[in-house]
């Protein structure tokens, strides 16, 4: 499994976490500042994933169907690697 799979299956099931914490708690109250640092945090997780693909997708010793692998997505119905 891809290192990039890894932290999206990691980050999802923090995600899944936090959002029942939401339900159950007025974190709001708590931490009033923190829709703001999540925003910037979920933006750092994007640009640091785009960064990682961009990488991967320069790398001209790689075939697409390796670019596809390593970014951790079998193509889905999009492609036909077969």
């Known amino acids: 499994m891809s ?4 932290e999206v299956n990691r ?6 976490i936090f959002a029942g914490i939401l339900e159950k708690d007025n974190l709001n109250s708590i931490f009033p ?4 640092k999540m925003d910037k945090r979920v933006a750092e997780i994007c640009y640091d994933a785009l960064k990682d693909i961009k990488i991967i997708i320069e790398n001209d010793t790689l ?9 951790g997505s079998n193509g889905g119905n999009r492609h036909d690697f077969g």
């Open 33 to 36: 500042d923190l829709k703001t």
């Open 11 to 16: 980050l999802e099931l923090y995600g899944e």
């Open 3 to 6: 290192v990039l799979k890894n």
């Open 63 to 71: 075939s697409d169907f390796d670019c596809v692998e390593r970014m």
